[in-house]
């Protein structure tokens, strides 16, 4: 009965590329046509129950059932999967979504555990962020180590180029002076701080919750020859505001999708305490293109626990009152979709070193996530948006031509 559920589902959805599902009694049925471009997937699932787990929640149904092998791929593979999935329903074409009922249910959830007060951020943080140094150097840019999008002005670009260039693109909004003191919230492991140490007149503070990321910075700071003007430290943002430390220019790539709508007031209010009033901003997050929305039950469960992808108008929404000004708003519409890719095949390439730190199922979890991320940024809603505030609308020029220049400059000296 579920199986005949599921089956009119996908064929519903899938048209172009190729869905071939072998049920847990034998049967097989097969959806969409061949089409070049397009995947063609094959699956089977090893009992029963899979198909329910499935209809019940798609994201978290499938992706369990692949952790835990009971949805096996047989013809292609996870990230061919996903796209096939996602494509056939892209965000442009106004259809998919969830029932009422459905929206509903994961808006609650996405709720509750949004509820990011500070005792609960370093154990969502550390859920993520402190699984291991060793398998983000296997998956990121040697240079940098961004877990973040990179930024892809050209063709042909290494994952290294891009990277470069993302920190060179944000570096010149920032529109950094000599002397400036800058706060990174959210700093990783280093690599925006060392690369606005090395390249500017400047001392940075970066500000992390995980102490695998602190160490790693400290100790990349150090071989980088930036420690005298670098500082790394393991403090809430919240608690630094109270604080009454005060900073010319704040940057936060990749962070925000952490704080929690509960949180957003809280996070802006902060911001604007650590702002000087003559300081610029440039906040990096990863968004969503239409109206807000919840995270899905998969990634709220298994990757980023208290995490929630903002829409703009809610980002926007709360920043203004705190008398924030978004001087500039760009949206990088498929620049992460090619950076997830990228670290897809270098997991893909490690994977025996990957199942030897963890296990096939950590591998298969991960391999799930970096493909539906994927997915959802090239044929869903999710985007990243870079927005530039001030507290002042006369201190940046009035046009945007300093970006350029100062990009172009960065992206032309060594290191």
Not at 32 to 53: H, L, S, Y
Not at 66 to 89: S, W, Y
């Amino acid at each position: 009965m579920l199986e005949k559920v599921l089956d009119r589902a996908l064929a519903a959805t899938i048209k172009r590329g190729t869905l071939r599902v072998t049920h847990a009694d034998g049967t097989t049925s097969s959806f969409g046509t061949q089409e070049e471009g397009w995947p063609e997937i094959a699956v089977r699932f090893t009992d029963a129950k899979v198909a329910g787990m499935i209809i019940r929640d798609q994201s978290l149904g499938a992706g369990e059932a692949f952790m835990d092998g009971r949805l096996v791929i047989e013809e292609g593979d996870v990230m061919g999967l996903a796209q096939l999935l996602r494509a056939n329903k892209p965000f442009e074409s106004g259809k998919g979504g969830k029932s009422r009922v459905k929206a509903l249910k994961g808006k609650l959830a996405s709720l509750a555990a949004e509820v990011n007060r500070q005792a609960k951020a370093r154990s969502n943080i550390s859920h993520h962020y402190d699984i291991g140094n060793d398998l983000y150097r296997l998956m990121l840019d040697a240079d940098h180590m961004q877990y973040s999008c990179a930024y892809w002005p050209d063709d042909g670009m290494t994952l290294e180029q891009a990277q470069d260039a993302k920190l060179a693109h944000i570096a010149a909004k920032l529109r950094i002076e000599p002397g400036n003191r800058v706060l990174d919230i959210g700093c990783g492991w280093g690599g925006m701080a060392i690369y606005l140490a090395r390249h500017f007149d400047c001392s940075v503070m970066g500000v992390t919750l995980s102490t695998e990321q602190l160490d790693l910075a400290r100790e990349r700071a150090e071989h980088a020859g930036v420690a005298g003007r670098t500082r790394f430290e393991l403090i809430d943002y919240r608690d630094l505001a109270a604080k009454g430390e005060s900073f010319d220019r704040i940057v936060s790539v990749g962070m925000f999708e952490h704080v929690g709508r509960p949180q957003f007031d809280t996070f802006f209010a902060a911001s604007r305490k650590l702002l000087a009033p003559d300081g610029v901003m440039l906040l990096h997050t990863i968004g969503r293109m239409g109206p807000p929305g919840s995270t899905d039950a998969f990634t709220r469960t298994h990757i980023f626990p208290g995490g929630y992808i903002p829409a703009l108008s809610e980002t926007v929404a709360a920043s203004e009152r705190h008398r924030l000004m978004a001087t500039d708003v760009e949206n990088l519409r498929l620049h992460y979709a090619l950076t997830l890719r990228e670290w897809y095949a270098r997991c893909m390439a490690r994977k025996g070193e990957i199942v030897a730190m963890y296990d096939e199922r950590f591998f298969r979890m991960w391999t799930f996530y970096l493909a539906g991320a994927t997915a959802a940024f090239e044929s869903g809603s999710m985007c990243n948006f870079q927005i530039q505030y001030s507290r002042d609308r006369r201190v940046l020029p009035l046009s945007r031509d300093y970006m350029q220049e100062g990009e172009r400059q960065l992206l032309g000296s060594a290191g």
